[in-house]
Every structure is written in C-alpha cells, then in structure tokens.
C-alpha cells in the first residue's frame, strides 16, 4: 500500500473543500460572500476532523484553520487559501524533477536582482552578514556541492534569507521550488530566516504560499 505524502494529502483536502463549496452554492442558487464562504468552510473543516475524512498529515492544518475561521471569519479569507494550495501545489507536481538547475536559476536570479548573494562559504557555525540592511541570501557551499546528483536534489537544502519575503517566495515559485515556513531560530546567519527546499518538492509540512 502506497503511503500518502503530504503534499498529496493537502491538496486532496483543499480540491474537496473547493468543489464542496462550489456544489453547495450551486445547489443553494446563491453566491456566498466572503463572509458566508469563510463560515461555510470553517463548519466543513471541523466536519471533515471529525469524521477523520482525511489523512492524518493535515490534521494540524485542519485545527489551525478552524481556529482561524472561527476567529477572524471573513479576513480567515479560507476560500482563498484553499485556492492558492490547489494552484501551488498541483504545479509542485509538474515541477518535481531538475531541481538543481532550479535552485541555480533562483540564485541566478538573485544576482540580476542586485541582492547580496554568498554561495563559497561552509556554514557550520553562526556567523554575521554584514550587509547594511541590504537583501541578502545565503546557501551553504556544501550542500550546495552534495545535496544535488545530476541536476536533481537528493537532499534538502537550507536558504538563509534577509529581506522581503514575498519577494523570495515569489522567485522561488518562479523557478517550480517550494520552500518551507520560515524558522528563525534555526538560521546559522544573523538576521535571516532559514527557508527549505526538499526533493521532489515533498515537504513534511504546509509551504511558503506564493498568493
């Protein structure tokens, strides 16, 4: 028996949320506004965890959303969220093999945008970047030299990043990689957060959300 990943898991979970919504306005004749969507969704969400309709992967999720929901209502923007997992997640499909060249391409691309760009350097300790507040991303040269075989990456890879988030994010869907949340406290680079790029795009946990 083949073991559900969690990429397919949350997209399986956000195409049934989308298509429930859609039949339910259909069979109601109306068009909910973002409110009514928002407290819909919230109420289908803790059906389907109750009921243990999904996998056990995206259960967290689950209790994180219903929670949002419950709290923020319209501005939980659930609709949307579910959206963009659909988007992003089904192009994480299409985009699972060469990530190397990727990861070139992002870094490539971070030069042309004039950031500060360290890719020669082992990082093994804390170290600080001194760049005056300037966009920074650093890669370490060993796993940028041993987490890749043949343009694919066999291994995760770490993304020390300073600076405008949705920027990276945005670069990063760009060239088909997914990174993970942002963790601070892991950074070895003062003043940047730690990103992560897996193989095949097959993340533990929900990624960085591009829209």
Known sequence: MTQTSYNQAVLDL??????DLAQSNAETHT????????HYLCSWMAKALKEKR???LVAKDLELWIRLGRSQGANAKLDELMQ????QYTKAQANSQNLGDALSGLIEDSHANQWLVVTDTE???KLKLDGDGQTSLVVCAKELATHIKDKQLIKPIRLYFRGEEKELVQLADKHGLMLSQANKKSSLIKHHKTYTIYP???LPALALLAN
């Open 123 to 125: 990082l093994e300790t």
């Open 200 to 202: 095949c795009n097959q």
């Open 31 to 38: 068009k909910r506004n973002s409110a009514a969507q928002s």
């Open 54 to 56: 999904f996998s056990k």
């Open 84 to 87: 963009s997992i659909v988007t």
């Open 14 to 19: 956000a195409q049934a949320a989308i298509h």
